[in-house]
């Protein structure tokens, strides 16, 4: 290829082609990123402002989706759902990986194998997840005939066809899927902490929980953060668990925005209200990610 | 990975070793929690629907059969369609195989362009390649939709290929800059002075150095592709879906005897190649994780 010219050779068409290969390589690359990620997110904010329906019109029309998309009870059922689905799936994330990683961290034997079993679920997609969740919570013969035939005749579960409790079994499923994650990401951070430090607080006669109260977890500031915001991430684009595990229902008791854009983009033929709300994802996503990227990126140039 | 001093916890004396076992208890029990359904999706499939109904989760399966896993693979029906899995499980590895190299390819292309020619604004570049990593993604469906629309791809396993082309590009440029600024820039200024060009330093003297990277970004790009629902459901037709859409299609079937040893099947089915990866090839896995954290 003209490429192996030499670089330091005379001038030249090729020369010239040499010295502009990287960029004439790239470009593509980016033009393909730049139209998917931004030319894409301008579409969509732009439909969203017109009165798109069954096929995208270009017309400007305002605000008009929004006010729709907020004035539909639907879409108060989806950011609910997301607030308490999102709350518990972080919170039971950040608690389980927690105790998982101090317990992991105890130098035992057998640590890689259980490693293996905790994280395990990350590798499968949500759909086989929720496949296998919705087996399990089904309530005539999952968990519920579980404990009635171990002399629990009464015992109801039916928390999966419950319009109040529907939205937990997502949780269920959403943490055992990834809490094995946060708890490879705070082993990581475990093991980076100084063991100077560890011996030191021993030495001061600190005992097992006060290391790790006082001494360890303050440390970990950075992968409660890291953690937090991926899984942030995970929560607002929560799609396929929902539709394997509940396909949204009943009702819509237990949609989130990711569900309801889905719904009224291809199967409500509402256009511009799908676009909107996916706008509002979009909105609440950049919120939490800027700051974040850009406080991690000014920190790895030192 | 190992630690040079001992864990908080030490072996010494009588409550020290309670709180040792105490400790393995607890790392049981959870091991149970994450194996249980493991243990279920398996023992189901193995089970007569007769014995789905005697039994109960836990209940081992009194007569081992295989006929749930050979209808899951050829018979089950899918909407209308009464193939099994078959079908979708060849369209999955036709999306993924041409997916996961074009990406990665252009992967390698960026993140060396980006790093070791650097040029003005290549740090701005890598910026705004980088935030493609966090959009939701319904924000690109109705373009994506339309576009696909205009280039006569519109469900057709081409079509998905190119979505998750584009899809992957920020992950796989991450991965390979971050390589390619661990390098040191002696070793391409060297090679640069020893006249080798553009090519000759990425293929003779980088990438035999990235074969880590690129396990981390083929597995990672391997699962994101094989794992995706959301764009086999909206880019694909009945044709062209891929395992997950054919899945979900036949769990949510609600014609006939809901079938749970079939449904159990064919999702162990669809979990298996990115399983079979994870076992064979945990660490990369690991790591890939990572790096979607932004670290490393």
Known sequence: MSASARSDGGGGPLRLLEKWLPQIVLAPIFGLSLFFVYGFTAWTLYISFTKSRILPVYEWAGLIQYERLWSTPRWYVAVENLFVFGGLFIFGCLAIGLVLAILLDQRIRAEGALRTIYLYPMALSFIVTGTAWKWILNPGLGVEKLVRDLGFPNFTFDWLVNPDYAIYTVVIAAIWQSSGYVMALFLAGLRSVDDDLIKAAAIDGAGPIRSYVSVILPMLGPVFLSSVIILTHLAIKSFDLVIALTGGGPGYATDLPATFMYAFAFQRSELGMAAASAIMMLTTIVAIMVPYLYSELRGSQR | ?296
């Open chain 2, 1 to 296: 990975m190992s630690r040079a001093a001992d864990g908080i916890v030490r072996p010494r004396g009588a409550s020290q070793k309670a709180l040792r076992v105490l400790l393995f208890v607890l790392l049981g029990i959870f091991a149970l929690y994450y194996l249980a359904p493991l243990f279920v999706m398996v023992s189901t499939s193995l089970k007569t629907l007769e014995q789905i109904r005697a039994g109960t989760l836990l209940s081992l399966p009194t007569d081992l059969t295989f006929s749930a896993w050979t209808k899951a693979w050829s018979e089950a029906c899918v909407g209308v369609r009464c193939e099994g899995l078959r079908p979708y499980f060849l369209n999955s590895i036709m999306i993924a195989i041409p997916g996961v190299a074009i990406s990665t390819m252009l992967g390698v292309f960026a993140g060396y362009s980006l790093t070791k020619w650097r040029f003005r604004g290549a740090d701005i570049i890598f910026a705004m390649m980088l935030f493609g990593a966090f959009i939701p993604f319904q924000v690109v469906l109705l373009p994506m939709a339309r576009t696909l629309g205009f280039l006569g791809l519109a469900g057709t396993i081409p079509g998905l290929i190119l979505v998750h082309i584009f899809a992957g590009l920020a992950f796989t440029t991450l991965f390979f800059r971050t390589f390619f600024v661990g390098v040191a820039d002696a070793i391409v200024d060297a090679a640069k002075i020893d006249g080798a060009g553009y090519f000759t330093i990425l293929f003779k003297i980088l990438l035999p150095m990235a074969v880590p990277t690129f396990a981390v970004t083929v597995i990672w790009q391997f699962t994101q592709i094989w794992n995706d629902f959301l764009f086999g459901v909206v880019f694909t037709s009945t044709q062209s879906n891929p395992v997950t859409v054919a899945l979900n299609n036949v769990v949510a079937t609600t014609t006939g005897v809901k079938e749970y040893n079939v449904d159990m099947a064919a999702a162990i089915m669809a979990a298996l190649p990115t399983l079979v990866v994870y076992v064979v090839a945990g660490r990369y896995f690991v790591r890939g994780l990572g790096a979607g954290a932004v670290k490393g």
